[in-house]
């Protein structure tokens, strides 16, 4: 089903007045606000009551007597009990008058149910409304599927635990945070049963997940994070943009692996077994002469969304990726929206989006720039789903 885009270009073209740039208050909402006001658009963050004192107190939009903004970009923030009481009829109304577009990040598609969103969250979003559960690798359908059709090479898929020969990664929600990870990697059957067994007493995945767990080959390699844009508003040979890279930094793996072999060794049982809950974000260049193929994966992405998802990948997206020592790119997860990492670019622009663009040019601020041209040319509509 899905909601239907000529609804959903009805009701932008009801707004009367520049539209507000809304997000969900996580994940990359400042970087959303920042591109968002640099480019005048008025801001709306979205929060949950008790986790709103970010935007509301510290960020909060303070203006001087013309009404130029002296400092902050957040100008409103309206506060749920729950993040998907934001979908509630009576809350979707107050969207709508308050002339909102709506950027997801993956707050949104973690906290608003999946149906929800594509069927009754009747608020224009800036992106790809219908792609936003290919991120579910629980779903038959995921983004593994689209790599594999785009000819975009992953990790190699282990069936079963039986079958585990190598380093492998098994991948699966956190048993209490779901939005954060609950991975770890094995070796072996035994190892598995082993891990997953101190796991499920640890409290850090739950024993039910395990069915739907996905089982890869470990690449051994440095992990980029490519921040692609891709715009629909320009001829197709001009619509790839590489944003930047970034990198994760997840705990407490990153701290054990900066400990002596030794004294990792000293460690009890039960700290050896690291969590991979990502709890910030480093900046990132690549060597160029890989760029030429991480264009190509980005392309071939593109051609196989707007196939499969037609009017397919809008705006930001996000390919994640580890290269190996030959410079082989394999890709094992996938944002189809504004990634995580974004954020280290915020006010300042991405590396490779700035000697593109000639002035700082971050995710959260393209976001807005192409906003600001579908407005100026009419073509709002095919920027939003």
């Not at 970087?31 to 658009?41: N, R, S």
């Not at 608020?123 to 629980?138: F, K």
Request: charged share 25%; aromatic share 8%.
């Amino acid at each position: 089903m899905g909601l239907p885009l000529a609804e959903v270009r009805a009701i932008a073209a009801g707004y009367e007045g520049a539209p507000t740039v809304a997000a969900v208050g996580s994940h990359s909402a400042l970087d959303i606000a920042d591109g968002a006001v640099t480019e005048g658009f008025p801001t709306l963050v979205l929060a949950q009551a008790g986790r709103e004192a970010t935007y509301a107190r510290y960020y909060r939009t303070i203006r001087g007597p013309d009404g130029t903004r002296l400092r902050g970009c957040v100008d409103e923030v309206w506060t749920y009990p729950k993040f998907a009481d934001l979908a509630a009829p009576a809350a979707q109304e107050r969207l709508r008058a308050r002339r909102a577009i709506l950027v997801p990040n993956r707050a949104l598609s973690s906290y608003v149910p999946l149906d929800v969103i594509e069927d009754q969250l009747r608020v224009p979003i800036l992106g790809s409304r219908a792609m936003l559960r290919i991120e579910e690798r629980s779903e038959r359908e995921n983004y593994y599927t689209l790599l594999e059709r785009a000819g975009v090479p992953t990790p190699r898929r282990v069936p079963s635990p039986e079958a585990i020969d190598r380093l492998s990664i098994v991948k699966l929600p956190h048993a209490e945070r779901r939005l954060e990870r609950g991975f770890f990697t094995v070796a072996s059957p035994e190892e598995y049963r082993t891990k997953s067994a101190q796991l499920i007493a640890r409290g850090t995945i739950r024993a039910e997940d395990l069915a739907t767990a996905r089982i890869e080959e470990y690449i051994v390699g440095p992990v980029f994070n490519f921040n692609f844009f891709f715009s629909p508003l320009v001829p197709r040979e001009d619509g790839l943009e590489l944003l930047g890279v970034d990198e994760r930094r997840e705990s407490d793996l990153d701290g054990l692996v900066r400990l002596p072999a030794a004294q990792q060794l000293a460690l009890p049982e039960s700290a050896r077994v690291p969590e991979y809950t990502v709890v910030g974000h480093g900046s990132l260049t690549v060597r160029e002469s890989a760029l030429e193929e991480v264009f190509r994966l980005g392309e071939r992405f593109v051609e196989a969304s707007r196939a499969r998802y037609p009017p397919g990948i809008i705006g930001p997206f996000c390919l994640q990726t580890c290269l190996d020592k030959t410079e082989h790119p394999t890709v094992f997860d996938v944002a189809v929206r504004i990634g995580g990492g974004t954020n280290v670019h915020l006010g300042v622009g991405h590396p490779y989006g700035n000697a593109l663009w000639r002035s700082p040019m971050s995710s959260g601020r393209r976001i807005a720039v192409e906003l600001a041209r579908a407005q100026r040319d009419g073509r709002v509509g095919e920027v939003l789903t």
